[in-house]
C-alpha cells in the first residue's frame, strides 16, 4: 500500500466519522495491516519482509479475524424456522448472543492465529452448570477451524463458538493478544526452553507424555523424517501460502445431515430444513463465499445417493411432490453457480465434470419428473442465443442437471452485455451502430431467451453483485415491453382474420411461470429488493416465525429513464403482470401442470405484499387493458388456444385489486377469464360475435389435464369473488350469472357458488339482498337441471336446500319450482322433499302467510303431488296420498290412480304400506283391498320363514278376519296362492281359529261371535294348504339334511303334528306320514332312530 493511499484510506474514514458520533480514525499501520489480514497469508507476509517488527505483527494478527458478524451468523444459523415446542428449538446465534450478554465468556486468549476460551451455560432445569472450552482457528478474516467442549455434531457452529466469536468482535480491545507461539519460543535460550517443555509435560503428561517421547526420539534420530524438514509446525501461526482461504465447513456433517433429512422427507420439517440449506448456498454465494458452491456439491452427491431413486425408478412411478420441489431447487442452484461471472474456467471445467457425471447416472431425475421414456420438448436454455449453439448433451433425455449443463456453454465476454450490466447510463443516444439493441428512446435491449436472460440475473444477484443484476433486469423488462408491443402491433393487422376463424396460436411455446428457472420471480425479486426499506431496528435473526416482518417498498427512480415517474417499484409490478398473462399452452404431466399452478401462487403472493398507490394503480389498469386487447401474447385476449393455461387465478388478484380503483374494468378482465376453453364445445366456423370464442382444435384430442379439478375450483373462487362484490348491483349481477351459467360445467361448484350467494344475500342482521338471492336460486335450478338425469351422492341435499332457497325468496318461488318440478326433480323428489316441505307448519311461519296464500300452496303441492303419482305411482303413492288428505277430491283422484296402477307398476311392499295408511286414516275396505293386491304380488317360498313381508301378511290376514267371513273367505286362496311357507300358514290358521271373524264393527254388519271351524270352508282349506306345505317341505328339507341340523328337523316334525292333530283325522294321517318317512328314508338311520324315539 502506498503511503498516498494510505493517506486518502484515512481521510475517507476521518470523513466517515465525522458524520455522526466522533470516532478517532484508523492510524496509517491499522489501515495498512486491514487490507494485508484480508489478502496475504501470515507466511507470503514473513517471506515478503525479511524482519517484520513486533508491533506490525500484531496489528495484522488483530485484524486477521473476521471483523463483520453477519459472517457469524451465516455460519450459525439456517433459515429454517423451528415450531414451537421444537426440540432445540433456539438457532445457535442467537445462544451464542444470549451468552455473550450474560457474560458466560471468561479466560479469553489469542495467541497468534488461534483464539482460546471458556463458555459457561448457568444451571437450569435440573440441569447442572457446565463450562465449555472453545478453541477457533482463523486466516485473512475467515475462521478455518473450531473446537468445543460441547462435541457439537452439526454442520454450523454451536452456540459457545458463536460466543466466543462474537465476545472477539465486540470486546477486541479487552482480549489478551500475543504472537504466534513460534515467535515467543525463538525468543528463549536453551535453559528457557527445556524449562518450558519439561513444565508443559508435567502439566499435562497423562495426555502428552507418550507423544513428547516420541517426538523426542525422533528429533535425536539424525535419519529420521522430521530432521528432514527446515523448522517445525505452529498451529498459531497462521496459514501456509498454499493453503486454501475458506471459512470452516465440516464436510462430513453436511453429507451425515443431508442424507438424515432425505431419509425422512416426507416429514414437513425435514423439507423445510433441506430447503433452508439450500438458502444457505445462496447466502455463502451472496456472500462470494467459496464454501457455497462446495456445499452444493456436497448436498448434490448425497441426492443422487438416495435409495428412493432406484425404486422409483425401477417402479416407473414418479417421486413425491416435495422432493421434486427439492431436486428442481437443486437444478437452479447449479445453474447460478456456473453463471458465475467471475468464476475461473477451469473451476467451471471442474463443475462441468461433476455435472456431466450425475447426468448420466441412470437413477438422475428429469427435469419433467417422469421416469419414462417420454421425450421432453422443452427448449433448451440456449435457445435465441446468438453466440451459442443449441445443444442438448443429454439428448431427449432432459434431466434437472441438462439446464446447468447448457449453462456452462454461456459466458459473459459480449460487449454489449458487459455494457449493461457496468452502467446505469448506458444508452444509444446518438442513435448509431445496431439499432436491433436498443429500442425507441435509446435504452439497451438484450434479446436472449427470456428464462436464460433472467438466469443471468439471479446468477449476478446470488454472487452478490445486485447493481449488476438490476440493470440487466431492467434491459430484460424493456426487451418484453417491446416484445409485448410489436406482438400487439401484429395482432392488430389480423384480428379481423382471427376472430372470424376464431383460432390462434401460442406465441412463445415455453411458458414463463412454472419454467424451472423461474424467470418472472428472478425479475420481480431483482427489481423489489432494489426497493425494500431496510428496517434499522431488525435483528440478524429471528427464532420465531411471528417475528418476521412484512417488507416495506417504495419507489426509487431508475438511473437514466426518460420516464421521471418510473420506479422498480413499479416496473416490479409491471414485469410481473407481463408474466402472469402470457398466453401459454398448459405442459404435459402432472408435476408440470402443478408447478404452473404453484408458481403462479407465489408471484401472487408476492405481488400481495405491495401496498398500492397512484403510481400502481396506473401501472395496474394500464397492463389490465394491454391484456385485455392483446392477442396471441395474452391469456386475457379476445380469442385463446383451447389448451392455455386458464387465468382465472390471476384474474382474481386483478379483480381485487382494481375493484376500488376501476371497477368496470376489474369486472371486464374477471369476466374474461371466467373461460375454460378445454372444456367448452367447438365454438362454429365464422361466429365472430361470440364473446367466448376457442381455439379449433381436432375434437377427438382430450388433453391430460391433472390438475383440471384444481383450475375449476379457481374458477368457481373468481365467480364468488365477484358474486359478492356485485352485490347490490343488479347489472352485474345479472352479467356474472350468465358468465357462470355458461363457462362452469361442474355441478357441485355451481351448487357451491349458490350456497355462497345466499349466505351473502341475507345476513344474519340485516334486510337480505333479494337480487343477489335470485342470482342464487338461478344457479340453484340449474343445479337441479344438470343432476335430474345422472347420479349424485348429494342430490337430496341440493333439492333441500333449493327449497330453503326458494322459501328466502318468496311465495312466488316456491310455486315456480312446483309448476316446473318435472324439469328439476325426480317425482320422489318432488313429492317427499319439495311438496312436503312447502306445506309445513315451519315454511307457513317463516313465510308468515296469510289463508289464501296457503290454500294456494297447498293446491300447487297436491296437483304436484297427483302428477308424480301419475309417473311414478310406486314411489309418490302415499306421499301424494299424505299430501291429498285434507282435500276430499283430490285424495279420491288419488287413491284411484294408485288402484289403477296397482296391478301393474307397484310391488307388494309399497301396496302393504299403503294398506296399513289406509287402515291408520280409518279406511279398512281400502286397506283391505290394498292387502288384497298386495298378497297377489308376494310369493313366500317353503323355506323363506324369515321373509320380510311376513309380518305385512299377518297383518292382512288379521285385517281381513276382523272384517269378517266374507273378507276371510275371499283372501284364503290368495294366501294359499302366495304363501308356501309351512310355519307361516301355520301361524295364520291359529291366529283364526281363537276368535272370531268381524270384531272391527263395521257398520252395517252383524257379527255372530262364533269361532270358526277347520272342518268348514274357507279355513279347511287353508288347514289341506298348510299339511300338504309341512309334507312337501319335510320332503325338500330331508334331500340335503346334514346331521347337525337333525334336531331341528325333529322340532319341525313336532310343530307339524301340532298342524296334522287340528284336522279331524289328524292323528291317523300323521302316523302314515311318520311311516311313508321311515320307510323312504330309511337309509338316515341315525335320523329314523330320533324320529321313533320321539313318534313312535
Not at 401472487?604 to 397512484?614: A, H, N, V, Y
Request: glycine letters at 6%; hydrophobic letters at 40%; proline letters at 4%.
Amino acid at each position: 500500500t502506498t503511503a498516498a493511499g494510505m493517506a486518502a484510506a484515512a481521510r475517507a474514514a476521518h470523513t466517515k466519522a465525522g458524520h455522526g458520533r466522533f470516532h478517532k480514525p484508523d492510524t496509517l499501520l491499522d489501515i495498512s495491516a486491514k487490507k494485508v489480514a484480508e489478502k496475504w497469508p501470515f507466511e507470503q507476509v514473513e517471506e515478503r519482509f525479511s524482519r517484520i517488527p513486533e508491533p506490525v505483527q500484531r496489528r495484522i494478527i488483530f485484524w486477521s479475524f473476521p471483523r463483520n458478524e453477519r459472517e457469524i451468523c451465516m455460519y450459525s444459523s439456517l433459515s429454517y424456522q423451528c415450531q414451537e415446542g421444537e426440540k432445540d428449538g433456539e438457532v445457535p446465534f442467537n445462544k451464542g448472543l444470549r451468552l455473550l450478554e450474560t457474560g458466560a465468556i471468561d479466560r479469553v486468549l489469542q495467541v497468534g492465529f488461534h483464539l482460546s476460551g471458556t463458555v459457561t451455560e448457568l444451571a437450569s432445569q435440573g440441569e447442572p452448570e457446565k463450562t465449555y472450552k472453545v478453541a477457533i482457528s482463523f486466516d485473512r478474516c475467515k475462521i478455518t477451524s473450531v473446537t468445543c467442549g460441547c462435541g457439537n455434531k452439526d454442520i454450523f457452529y454451536c452456540g459457545h463458538v458463536v460466543a466466543l466469536s462474537l465476545y472477539r468482535i465486540r470486546k477486541a480491545q479487552q482480549v489478551e493478544l500475543r504472537l504466534p507461539i513460534s515467535e515467543t519460543l525463538s525468543q528463549m535460550n536453551r535453559d528457557q526452553l527445556q524449562k518450558f517443555v519439561q513444565y508443559l509435560i508435567t502439566a499435562h503428561h497423562t495426555e502428552v507424555l507418550p507423544t513428547a517421547q516420541k517426538l523426542a526420539d525422533e528429533i535425536l534420530s539424525s535419519c529420521s523424517e522430521i530432521n528432514q524438514v527446515h523448522g517445525a509446525p505452529d498451529p498459531t501461526a497462521g496459514a501456509s501460502i498454499d493453503d486454501e482461504n475458506c471459512w470452516h465447513l465440516d464436510e462430513e456433517q453436511v453429507q451425515e445431515q443431508v442424507k438424515v433429512l432425505l431419509s425422512i422427507s416426507g416429514y414437513y420439517g425435514a423439507s423445510k430444513q433441506l430447503h433452508s440449506m439450500f438458502a444457505k448456498v445462496r447466502e455463502m454465494l451472496r456472500m462470494r463465499d467459496s464454501n457455497g458452491a462446495r456445499m452444493l456439491t456436497l448436498m448434490t452427491e448425497q441426492f443422487m445417493e438416495d435409495p428412493r431413486l432406484s425404486l422409483w425408478r425401477q417402479q416407473g412411478t414418479g417421486m413425491t411432490d416435495k422432493c421434486r420441489e427439492l431436486w428442481d431447487e437443486l437444478g437452479a442452484l447449479w445453474v447460478c453457480v456456473v453463471l458465475n461471472p467471475h468464476c475461473k474456467q477451469e473451476e467451471k471445467a471442474g463443475w462441468l465434470e461433476l455435472l456431466g457425471k450425475w447426468n448420466n447416472m441412470d437413477v438422475c431425475p428429469q427435469e419433467d419428473g417422469n421416469y419414462g421414456n417420454h421425450v421432453n420438448e422443452t427448449p433448451s436454455i440456449t435457445v435465441g442465443i446468438q453466440h451459442n449453439s443449441n445443444r442438448n448433451p443429454a439428448g431427449s433425455r432432459r434431466t434437472v442437471f441438462v439446464r446447468a449443463i447448457e449453462a456452462c456453454g454461456l459466458d459473459w465476454t459480449d460487449c454489449h452485455l458487459r455494457k449493461i450490466i457496468s452502467s446505469d447510463n448506458y444508452t444509444n443516444q446518438w442513435r448509431d451502430g445496431d439499432r436491433s439493441l436498443f429500442d425507441s428512446q435509446g435504452r439497451p435491449l438484450w434479446l436472449e431467451h427470456v428464462p436464460t436472460a433472467c438466469a443471468r440475473v439471479d446468477a449476478l444477484r446470488s454472487h452478490g453483485y445486485p447493481r449488476e443484476a438490476l440493470r440487466l433486469a431492467i434491459s430484460i423488462v424493456n426487451t418484453l415491453r417491446l416484445q409485448k408491443r410489436r406482438h400487439l402491433e401484429t395482432y392488430k393487422q389480423q384480428k379481423k382474420e382471427l376472430l372470424q376463424k376464431g383460432a390462434t396460436t401460442i406465441s412463445n411455446q415455453e411458458g414463463w411461470v412454472g419454467h424451472p428457472l423461474d424467470p418472472i420471480g428472478c425479475l420481480c425479486r431483482s427489481l423489489l429488493e432494489a426497493c425494500k426499506m431496510e428496517d434499522e431496528s431488525s435483528v440478524l435473526f429471528t427464532d420465531s416465525i411471528n417475528d418476521i416482518r412484512k417488507p416495506i417498498y417504495q419507489h426509487f427512480p431508475i438511473p437514466g429513464s426518460s420516464n421521471t415517474g418510473e420506479s422498480y417499484y413499479a416496473l416490479a409490478l409491471e414485469v410481473a403482470l407481463i408474466g402472469l398473462g402470457q398466453q401459454r399452452l398448459m405442459p404435459e404431466g402432472l408435476y408440470a401442470q402443478d408447478k404452473v399452478c404453484r408458481n403462479e401462487e407465489q408471484l401472487i403472493s408476492m405481488l400481495s405484499q405491495m401496498e398500492f398507490d397512484e403510481r400502481l394503480v396506473q401501472v395496474l389498469r394500464k397492463q389490465a387493458l394491454l391484456l385485455l386487447e392483446g392477442g396471441p401474447f395474452s391469456g386475457l385476449g379476445e380469442v385463446v388456444h383451447r389448451e392455455s393455461v386458464p387465468m382465472h387465478t390471476f384474474a382474481r388478484y386483478l379483480f381485487k385489486a382494481l375493484l376500488l380503483h376501476d371497477p368496470d374494468l376489474a369486472y371486464k378482465v374477471s369476466l374474461r377469464a371466467m373461460r375454460l376453453p378445454v372444456l367448452e364445445s367447438m365454438a362454429p366456423a365464422g361466429d365472430g360475435s361470440h364473446p367466448h370464442l376457442v381455439a379449433l382444435v381436432d375434437p377427438s384430442r382430450y388433453p391430460r389435464w391433472f390438475i383440471l379439478g384444481h383450475l375449476e375450483t379457481q374458477q368457481c373462487e373468481l365467480a364468488s369473488t365477484m358474486l359478492t362484490a356485485a352485490k347490490g348491483d343488479p347489472k352485474w349481477l345479472r352479467v356474472v350469472l350468465e358468465s357462470i351459467q355458461q363457462n362452469i360445467h361442474s355441478p357441485s361448484l355451481i351448487y357451491k357458488l349458490a350456497q355462497d350467494a345466499c349466505k351473502t344475500a341475507t345476513p344474519p342482521s340485516c334486510a337480505p339482498d333479494i337480487t343477489l338471492l335470485n342470482v342464487s336460486l338461478e344457479l340453484g335450478l340449474q343445479v337441479m337441471r344438470m343432476t335430474l338425469s345422472i347420479m349424485n351422492w348429494r342430490r337430496r341435499e341440493m333439492v333441500r336446500w333449493l327449497v330453503s332457497c326458494a322459501t328466502e325468496v318468496g311465495v312466488c318461488a316456491l310455486m315456480n319450482i312446483m309448476q316446473n318440478w318435472y324439469s328439476l326433480f325426480t317425482p320422489t323428489e318432488a313429492t317427499t322433499i319439495v311438496a312436503a316441505t312447502v306445506t309445513s307448519h315451519a315454511t307457513v311461519l317463516r313465510l308468515n302467510l296469510d289463508y289464501t296464500q296457503r290454500e294456494e300452496l297447498d293446491s300447487c303441492a297436491r296437483t304436484l303431488a297427483l302428477q308424480c303419482t301419475m309417473k311414478d305411482p310406486q314411489n309418490c303413492a302415499l306421499s301424494a296420498l299424505t299430501l291429498c288428505e285434507k282435500n276430499h277430491v283430490a285424495f279420491e283422484t288419488a287413491y284411484q290412480i294408485v288402484l289403477d296402477s296397482a296391478s301393474t307398476g307397484m310391488s307388494y311392499s309399497h301396496l302393504f304400506t299403503i294398506a296399513r295408511y289406509m287402515e291408520h286414516r280409518g279406511f279398512p275396505i281400502r286397506a283391505y283391498k290394498m292387502a288384497s293386491l298386495a298378497l297377489s304380488h308376494l310369493n313366500v317360498a317353503y323355506n323363506q320363514d324369515t321373509h320380510t313381508a311376513i309380518n305385512d301378511v299377518l297383518w292382512a290376514c288379521s285385517l281381513s278376519h276382523s272384517l269378517g267371513k266374507n273378507e276371510l273367505a275371499a283372501i284364503v286362496p290368495l294366501v294359499i296362492k302366495s304363501v308356501q311357507c309351512a310355519p307361516v300358514l301355520s301361524d295364520i290358521l291359529r291366529r283364526w281359529t281363537m276368535s272370531a271373524p268381524g270384531l272391527a264393527g263395521v257398520p252395517g254388519r252383524r257379527n255372530s261371535g262364533k269361532l270358526m271351524s277347520t272342518e268348514k270352508a274357507p279355513l279347511c282349506q287353508l288347514l289341506n294348504a298348510t299339511i300338504d306345505a309341512y309334507i312337501s317341505t319335510t320332503h325338500s328339507r330331508l334331500t340335503h339334511i346334514s346331521p347337525r341340523h337333525y334336531g331341528e328337523f325333529i322340532e319341525f316334525l313336532s310343530k307339524a303334528r301340532e298342524t296334522f292333530l287340528m284336522a279331524q283325522d289328524g292323528h291317523i294321517q300323521f302316523t302314515q306320514f311318520i311311516d311313508n318317512l321311515k320307510q323312504t328314508y330309511k337309509g338316515k338311520k341315525k335320523l329314523m332312530m330320533l324320529v321313533r324315539e320321539r313318534f313312535g
